[in-house]
């Protein structure tokens, strides 16, 4: 019996030493939860808000936020689980020593990501469809399109954030391909407006441009018409993190290949 206690102490012992050595995986107790009580939370307060003849509006809203958000995420994700895999795989040294460019690279994964998501969101699009006789393109009409290209902007520079983050940093950066996304998730305003959240969060979300785009998408459910300042002031911020993006792969890729970290990614 004391044997088998030493050996369960052992074992925690181990799964506690972890926790010292990795601030990712400490910081994951914690994160999931409480983004989870965070969103869920301010939808809550926007429901509880409203009156029983806006229920139907709310579900229309609801189902279009879930389809937008599932874009925004797998666009993100296209990009940095295809540099993940080649890390998994070790061939990220035959990749970089081939005659691809960096862009050429990057611009690959965004097509990928595009035929992923395009699939994705037909499914989900005929699934509403024939469950909850919900039509997205009705319901969005013309504006579909300028959402969802700003959608994609944002979801492919936040992409090419991690994927700088894994090439600098390889295994132990890989949880923030999934972490990053539901980091701004509250703060995009995907479930309800943006006057439900604190006046200090307001001011972070109007830096991002996912919030015009569920901000924008919530006007065209309810009055079939866009404020054309939703669309450029989110295409102007996915300018912006699409260069500062670009310019921290860049400088992250250096200095991997600099410190020879590069070379050793996957085999670490």
Not at 60 to 68: C, D, E, P, Q, S
Not at 248 to 264: D, E, I, N, Q, T
Request: proline share 4%.
């Amino acid at each position: 019996m004391n044997a088998s206690l030493e050996r369960i102490q052992a074992m925690m012992l181990r799964y506690l030493y972890l926790h010292r050595r990795s601030l990712p995986r400490t910081l994951e107790i914690l994160f999931w939860p409480v983004m989870e009580l965070l969103v869920w939370g301010f939808v809550s307060v926007y429901i509880r808000s409203l009156s029983p003849t806006t229920l139907t509006h709310i579900i229309l809203v609801l189902i279009n936020a879930m389809i937008f958000w599932d874009i925004l995420y797998r666009s993100q994700q296209a990009v940095s689980i295809a540099i993940v895999e080649d890390i998994w795989t070790q061939n990220i040294v035959n990749i970089l020593v081939s005659p691809l460019k960096i862009w050429e690279w990057l611009f690959a994964t965004f097509l990928y990501g595009l035929l992923k998501i395009t699939l994705i969101t037909t499914i989900l699009s005929l699934i509403a469809c024939a469950l909850y006789q919900f039509n997205l393109v009705d319901n969005l009409g013309f504006y579909l399109l300028p959402l969802v290209l700003n959608l994609l902007l944002f979801g492919w520079a936040m992409g090419v954030f991690t994927s700088a983050l894994i090439i600098r940093w390889g295994h132990s950066a890989e949880a923030l391909v999934w972490g990053v996304p539901y980091l701004l998730q509250p703060l995009s305003a995907i479930y309800y407006p943006l006057s439900v959240l604190p006046a200090w969060m307001q001011c972070l979300s109007r830096l991002l441009p996912s919030t015009y785009v569920f901000e924008g998408m919530r006007q065209v459910t309810e009055t079939k018409h866009l404020q054309p300042e939703y669309f450029w002031i989110a295409l102007g911020l996915n300018g912006v993190y699409f260069l500062l993006g670009g310019l921290f792969f860049s400088a992250m890729y250096r200095s991997a290949r600099k410190s020879g970290r590069l070379g050793r990614l996957g085999m670490d």
